[in-house]
């Protein structure tokens, strides 16, 4: 159990560490100079985080994480990640960036084949629901109720799976 929980927060930090790393933080983590980052040398650079964060996870201070200890954190982040979203595209401040983003043949609305191959692309059902003016485009208003209704299916999910 220790050795998963260990190997649970190194890889947290790891991949919170992903896109600084590419640049200053491979100077830092090479210790060696030879243009690669050992396993080693990945733990030294990151050590100093893995414990703050092993040390904000132990609310009792025992030095272990129980699976009460790590599902409280859990859900703690992703609590403040979907407050943040609040049916907007990563903080977006308007629906209607989105639509700009995506339209790829300047129509001022978005088809299913601009949507296709997108991390949240809808499927044929779910995209004609949300057009609801037929025109086979989602305009901006529609994107946002799409969205809204998926990130809020997906925090119950998420929600009944933590519970």
């Given at each position: 159990?220790?050795?998963?929980?260990?190997?649970?927060?190194?890889?947290?930090s790891?991949?919170?560490?992903?896109?600084?790393?590419?640049?200053?933080?491979?100077?830092?983590?090479?210790a060696?100079?030879?243009?690669?980052?050992?396993?080693?040398?990945f733990?030294?650079?990151?050590?100093?985080?893995?414990?703050?964060?092993?040390?904000?996870?132990?609310?009792?201070?025992?030095?272990?994480?129980?699976a009460?200890?790590?599902?409280?954190?859990?859900?703690?982040r992703?609590?403040?990640?979907?407050?943040?979203?609040?049916?907007?595209?990563?903080?977006?401040?308007?629906?209607e960036?989105?639509?700009?983003?995506?339209?790829?043949d300047?129509?001022?609305?978005?088809?299913?084949?601009?949507l296709?191959?997108?991390?949240?692309?809808?499927d044929?059902?779910?995209?004609?629901?949300?057009?609801?003016?037929?025109?086979?485009?989602?305009?901006?208003?529609?994107?946002?109720?799409?969205?809204?209704?998926?990130w809020?299916?997906?925090?119950?999910?998420?929600?009944?799976?933590?519970?």
């Amino acid at each position: 159990m220790r050795t998963k929980t260990a190997f649970a927060i190194f890889a947290l930090s790891a991949l919170g560490a992903t896109a600084v790393y590419a640049d200053k933080g491979m100077k830092d983590a090479d210790a060696s100079g030879d243009g690669f980052v050992s396993l080693d040398e990945f733990k030294a650079a990151h050590s100093a985080r893995i414990e703050e964060h092993f040390v904000r996870m132990d609310t009792n201070a025992d030095g272990l994480l129980s699976a009460d200890e790590m599902q409280a954190a859990k859900k703690a982040r992703r609590g403040d990640r979907d407050k943040k979203r609040d049916g907007k595209h990563h903080g977006k401040k308007n629906p209607e960036e989105m639509v700009k983003r995506l339209d790829a043949d300047g129509s001022g609305s978005v088809s299913q084949a601009e949507l296709d191959g997108k991390r949240f692309s809808p499927d044929a059902a779910t995209f004609q629901a949300a057009d609801a003016d037929g025109s086979g485009e989602l305009d901006a208003t529609e994107l946002q109720a799409m969205m809204k209704a998926r990130w809020a299916e997906r925090r119950a999910e998420r929600q009944s799976k933590d519970d």
